[in-house]
Structures are given as C-alpha cells and as structure tokens.
C-alpha cells in the first residue's frame, strides 16, 4: 500500500509565492520519480514539474523560472516552490510518485489535490 498526502494550497494575490509539500508512505521499497500535475475546471491534467530520486528536474515551459521541485529523500516528500503566482496557476493540482513497492511492483499512485487559487 502507497499513499500520497498533499498540503501547502490555498489563495494568494497575483505574484505571491505557495509552497506545496506531498509526502509518500506505506509499502515503498524505493522512488524512481515524484512530481506535480495541475488540472483547471474543464481542462486537461498537465505536467508541472517531474524530480528523479537522483535529483534531476523537468518543468512544463509555462511554469520554468518561477516553479522549483525539491525533494527530501529521507522522508519521501517532494516539494514545489511557486513564485511569482498568475491567474493562470489557478487549479487542482495533484502530486504523483512513481516508485517499486516493498513487493517489487512498479506502483503509480495520485495525490487527492490541493487547490490553488491566484487572484487578479
């Protein structure tokens, strides 16, 4: 069994920063890749940012230069540091892990979402 619990949403003024935290647990036997997902009302689930257990990050053009992924090896948790927030931000976004369970199974496992909203 692999859950994800995700924290750090909520609402902030055009420009403002959030700090989003989603930590890992259960049955992990180890992480390939933790990342961060985002879907707006009628729109399509996007990649935001992807990190590998080793350290090396993707992000979608849109968020580059304002968005960072981190990731705590110890504790399983994957972090994403959002500056300079725009209305566009605005949406569910869900953390992701891929990783090999205790059993040897390749295990994908969502997030349940945290809102994030960015007034104009």
């Known amino acids: 069994q692999v859950q994800l619990v995700e924290s750090g949403g909520g609402l902030v003024q055009a420009g403002g920063s959030l700090r989003l935290s989603c930590a890992a647990s259960?049955?992990?036997?180890?992480?390939?890749?933790m990342g961060w997902y985002r879907q707006a009302p009628g729109k399509q689930r996007d990649l935001v940012a992807t990190?590998?257990?080793?350290?090396?990050?993707n992000y979608a053009d849109s968020v580059t230069g304002r968005f960072t992924i981190s990731r705590d090896n110890t504790k399983n948790t994957v972090y994403l540091q959002m500056n300079s927030l725009k209305p566009e931000d605005t949406a569910v976004y869900y953390c992701n892990v891929v990783c090999i369970s205790t059993n040897y199974y390749l295990v994908e496992r969502w997030g349940q979402g945290t809102q994030v909203t960015v007034s104009s």
């Open positions: 990190i590998t257990n080793g350290g090396s990050a």
């Open positions: 259960g049955s992990i036997f180890s992480i390939r890749a």
